[in-house]
């Protein structure tokens, strides 16, 4: 019985509070826009946006604690602006703090193009964009 009050309580507090992920919207026209063009800078507004809230947690196997983390940055980019992503590399590039590789695919008037972002990849903070190239 008091399982049914449990959760009975959390399914009013997801009706009331709204239990989606809880990142920023962002713009996908004007991410679009920014990825064709190569703009890092009005590009990082956008994915910096959905990186934010991706703190790392660092376990066995990761020191870094971004591999789950960027796994989601993926799937975000992917439900929120239809974007075809994939996930090239993690802390593959030896910098520091290392940087990851995601390949976006998209259309610019009628022709495919492909865009890689340069993903920092610091164990210490937040994932962000570094650069973005062909």
Same mark, same amino acid.
């Given at each position: 019985?008091k399982? +049914?009050y449990?959760?009975?309580?959390v %399914?009013i =507090?997801?009706i009331?509070?709204?239990? @989606?992920?809880?990142?920023a919207?962002?713009d996908c026209?004007e991410l679009?826009a920014?990825?064709?063009?190569?703009d890092?800078?009005d590009a990082?507004?956008?994915?910096?946006?959905?990186?934010?809230d991706?703190?790392?947690v660092?376990?066995?196997?990761?020191?870094?604690?971004?591999e789950?983390? +960027?796994?989601?940055?993926?799937d975000? %980019?992917? =439900?929120n602006?239809s974007?075809?992503? @994939?996930?090239?590399?993690y802390?593959?590039?030896?910098?520091y703090p290392?940087?990851?590789h995601v390949?976006?695919?998209?259309d610019?008037?009628g022709?495919?193009?492909?865009?890689?972002?340069?993903i920092?990849?610091?164990?210490?903070?937040?994932m962000t964009?570094?650069?973005?190239h062909?």
């Amino acid at each position: 019985m008091k399982l +049914l009050y449990v959760l009975t309580g959390v %399914l009013i =507090s997801c009706i009331a509070f709204s239990c @989606e992920d809880d990142f920023a919207r962002i713009d996908c026209a004007e991410l679009r826009a920014a990825l064709i063009a190569l703009d890092v800078e009005d590009a990082s507004v956008h994915i910096n946006a959905l990186l934010e809230d991706l703190q790392p947690v660092p376990v066995s196997g990761d020191p870094y604690g971004h591999e789950i983390n +960027l796994e989601l940055f993926v799937d975000r %980019l992917q =439900s929120n602006c239809s974007l075809q992503v @994939e996930l090239e590399c993690y802390a593959c590039i030896e910098t520091y703090p290392p940087q990851s590789h995601v390949t976006i695919s998209l259309d610019s008037s009628g022709t495919e193009v492909t865009r890689t972002l340069d993903i920092l990849t610091p164990k210490e903070s937040e994932m962000t964009l570094h650069n973005i190239h062909r």
